[in-house]
């Protein structure tokens, strides 16, 4: 019954910091083509798809357009559900820390830390891969952990109940790396919990593991590709993609500070009391134990995250590594800086929960001019032409988005055709060149010159372009066709 409430606790913490946190609208740039795929069904795009996301997602549309729900109001429904699943990963990481022989204290303490982190509560409460895959990982180490432990009880060996929980462990990370491809490294946590099993128990359990694993990885992919003719083309626009991210990927002193920062956004006082945990000869090095098993993988997923060109716009991508990299180290840390004082315990759980008071009307007050230009998009998109080409940055995807919902919600009326010029993979080599073109096939172009709906140094760069473009057009004395909004 305890640790029942700890859980509900834990869990209502995470859902208090997501309601003071969390945007109120797609503020993430993936989180416009989620909303889009929902409504379609179409997978692909990012990664391999994010086939069990997108498909959960489109389930939840279909029920809301069921009962008479609009497009346009669909993104709030899918963002309270994928909250609410990214809520779990606070109390399953208290679990996941108890078994792996962490203190109550110590373990309530991890789960409250992942909780209450400004990153986790910000990302975790839109319409994105990252926190439901990262609770689905959770889970699928905590399964695994209780199939290897389960053995040691088993007559006869391994069990059922090990093998049931070894291939629900497996399940879950494929469903994992369905929901996001990045989870791959938690089948790291998976092999590396198999040697605290029984060792003849060793090979069946991690068989069972791989055989579930693979067929929920295998089968949502195979239904797309049997389904989808273009899915593999996405695939390999995504790989091009990443391949010349890589390419253009630089690491100087302002990009380490800027990680610095994202780590921090993950809970200082946890991310500190970590350093001390892994710099320090104790369980987290230690071979064939579980603290090991959970936290090395993290670890490694935090070095590769170092060479991710998006880490400079978000510590979204650092949200997998939170729980077992951060958040249980750090709590055996600060549980043995805490001893018997209560005064410390005190002062511990204050200062874990404490950024997240600084964060809350930060980000709320950093987030609302780009919510107001976001929330504006829709009747400004009315008075442009049908045919419009149109610049402009973060808000980019939500046009291709407003398309859809006008198809959906208006089906008596033509779709626009209106073409979006996007920062990122798709900008043009030669944006003068491509706007002049679309100038002489007769459409209008609309150029968002507004600084609130650019951000960051490459969007930043793609309006220092545009701004050039409208002042050539402007002392032309040729801007007939051309919309500013400023």
């Known amino acids: 019954m305890r640790t029942r409430r700890v859980d509900i606790y834990i869990y209502l913490s995470a859902a208090a910091a997501m309601a003071l946190v969390a945007p109120l609208g797609p503020l993430y740039w993936d989180s416009f083509g989620y909303v889009s795929q929902a409504m379609s069904g179409h997978v692909g795009g990012l990664g391999f798809g994010r086939p069990v996301f997108i498909l959960v997602s489109h389930v939840l549309a279909w029920c809301w357009f069921a009962i008479g729900g609009s497009a346009a109001h669909l993104e709030p429904v899918l963002r309270v559900f994928w909250a609410a699943v990214s809520c779990c990963t606070a109390p399953l990481t208290w679990r996941l820390a108890r078994r792996a022989a962490l203190t109550v204290r110590a373990s309530a303490m991890a789960g409250l830390s992942v909780a209450v982190a400004p990153a986790m509560a910000h990302a975790g409460g839109a319409v994105l891969t990252d926190g439901p895959a990262t609770a689905a990982c959770v889970l699928a180490s905590l399964l695994a952990l209780e199939a290897v432990l389960e053995s040691w009880d088993a007559r006869p060996s391994p069990g059922r109940r090990a093998l049931t929980l070894a291939a629900a462990a497996g399940l879950v990370a494929g469903l994992a790396i369905g929901l996001r491809e990045q989870s791959i490294f938690s089948a790291g946590t998976l092999a590396l919990l198999l040697p605290i099993a029984r060792r003849g128990d060793r090979w069946p359990l991690g068989l069972a593991m791989a055989a579930a694993g693979t067929a929920v990885v295998a089968v949502p992919m195979l239904f797309v590709w049997l389904t989808e003719p273009g899915y593999l083309d996405t695939i390999r626009t995504w790989l091009q993609g990443m391949a010349r991210d890589r390419a253009a990927a630089t690491f100087g002193w302002r990009d380490a500070g800027l990680f610095l920062f994202w780590i921090a956004s993950l809970g200082p006082v946890v991310a500190l009391a970590s350093i001390s945990a892994w710099t320090r000869r104790g369980p987290m090095?230690?071979?064939?134990?579980?603290?090991?098993?959970?936290?090395?993988?993290?670890?490694?997923?935090?070095?590769?995250?170092?060479?991710?060109?998006?880490?400079?716009?978000?510590?979204?991508?650092?949200?997998?590594?939170?729980?077992?990299?951060?958040?249980?180290?750090?709590?055996?840390?600060?549980?043995?800086?805490?001893?018997?004082?209560?005064?410390?315990?005190?002062?511990?759980?204050?200062?874990?929960?404490?950024?997240?008071?600084?964060?809350?009307?930060?980000?709320?007050?950093?987030?609302?001019?780009?919510?107001?230009?976001?929330?504006?998009?829709?009747?400004?998109?009315?008075?442009?032409?049908?045919?419009?080409?149109?610049?402009?940055?973060?808000?980019?995807?939500?046009?291709?988005?407003?398309?859809?919902?006008?198809?959906?919600?208006?089906?008596?009326?033509?779709?626009?055709?209106?073409?979006?010029?996007?920062?990122?993979?798709?900008?043009?080599?030669?944006?003068?060149?491509?706007?002049?073109?679309?100038?002489?096939?007769?459409?209008?172009?609309?150029?968002?010159?507004?600084?609130?709906?650019?951000?960051?140094?490459?969007?930043?760069?793609?309006?220092?372009?545009?701004?050039?473009?409208?002042?050539?057009?402007?002392?032309?004395?040729?801007?007939?066709?051309?919309?500013?909004?400023?």
């Open 285 to 486: 090095w230690r071979l064939g134990g579980a603290l090991f098993a959970v936290a090395a993988p993290a670890l490694l997923e935090l070095v590769v995250a170092l060479g991710a060109r998006g880490i400079s716009y978000s510590p979204r991508f650092l949200l997998p590594v939170l729980p077992g990299a951060f958040a249980i180290p750090g709590a055996w840390a600060i549980d043995r800086w805490i001893g018997g004082s209560r005064v410390r315990f005190a002062v511990a759980t204050a200062a874990i929960a404490f950024p997240l008071v600084v964060a809350a009307p930060t980000l709320r007050e950093g987030s609302a001019p780009l919510l107001a230009t976001l929330h504006s998009l829709p009747s400004m998109l009315a008075r442009v032409p049908p045919t419009a080409v149109i610049v402009t940055g973060q808000q980019c995807p939500a046009i291709a988005l407003e398309r859809a919902i006008v198809a959906h919600d208006s089906p008596s009326l033509p779709v626009p055709d209106w073409q979006a010029v996007c920062p990122g993979w798709a900008w043009p080599a030669d944006l003068a060149a491509r706007l002049d073109d679309a100038q002489r096939d007769g459409r209008a172009v609309v150029l968002d010159l507004r600084p609130t709906s650019w951000i960051g140094d490459e969007q930043h760069s793609a309006l220092a372009e545009v701004q050039n473009y409208s002042r050539a057009i402007a002392a032309s004395g040729d801007a007939r066709d051309v919309i500013v909004w400023q």
